[in-house]
T-cell receptor
């Protein structure tokens, strides 16, 4: 049973435009959500996170939106740059319990010139 | 700060041998470390939670006798893949919980690519 779902395996976006990556979750115990960027044969790199008490968090070109009622979050990257091409993982955690992070399957983002 | 180092980064060995992977927190003490496994084009799957000074907690479906985890100090956890076979070939990643990093609960190593011939 997949608790964190990223239904789009890949996404292509023109350079300079907005990239929107989506994520859904099923476990209502999750109260902390994260986005990671990953290249092959490397560990994931933390991008941005959001607590369930917020609905938006922004850091530079990255903004994460959380819709708790829909159990949905999204990562917006604007403007998209060539260096943003990578696999993006959505992840969730129930902090204060065991702090395990559950990852989605990832979305491969291609930024087109 | 909060750097996690994994060693080796890549290992190739024959079927039937045991392989040890080290995970170190370089500039902080980690009471809890985590081990993940990633197959090609798949998600990072949590294998186990490693707590310093106590037995690891394994996720459902992970064989604890196959994947031995030792967390003997606050800066080192090891994963030993015993009697490795080709199906154990994968990318193994560790992470550690660092103090005072509220926005980022775990810091990840760069992973170890294990290839069993």
């Amino acid at each position: 049973d997949q608790q964190v779902k990223q239904n789009s395996p890949s996404l292509s976006v023109q350079e300079g435009r907005i990239s929107i990556l989506n994520c859904d979750y099923t476990n209502s115990m999750f109260d902390y959500f994260l986005w990671y960027k990953k290249y092959p044969a490397e560990g994931p790199t933390f991008l941005i996170s959001i607590s369930s008490i917020k609905d938006k968090n922004e850091d530079g070109r990255f903004t994460v939106f959380l819709n708790k009622s829909a159990k949905h979050l999204s990562l917006h990257i604007v403007p998209s740059q060539p260096g943003d091409s990578a696999v993006y993982f959505c992840a969730a955690s129930a902090r204060g319990r065991d702090d395990k992070i559950i990852f989605g399957k990832g979305t491969r983002l291609h930024i087109l010139p | 700060g909060a750097v996690v180092s994994q060693h080796p980064s890549w290992v190739i060995c024959k079927s039937g041998t045991s392989v040890k992977i080290e995970c170190r927190s370089l500039d902080f003490q980690a009471t809890t470390m985590f081990w993940y496994r990633q197959f090609p084009k798949q998600s990072l799957m949590l294998m186990a939670t490693s707590n310093e000074g106590s037995k690891a907690t394994y996720e459902q479906g992970v064989e604890k006798d196959k994947f031995l985890i030792n967390h003997a100090s606050l800066t080192l956890s090891t994963l030993t893949v015993t009697s490795a076979h080709p199906e154990d070939s994968s990318f193994y990643i560790c992470s550690a919980t660092a103090p005072n990093t509220d926005n980022q609960p775990q810091h990840f190593g760069d992973g170890t690519r294990l290839s069993i011939l």
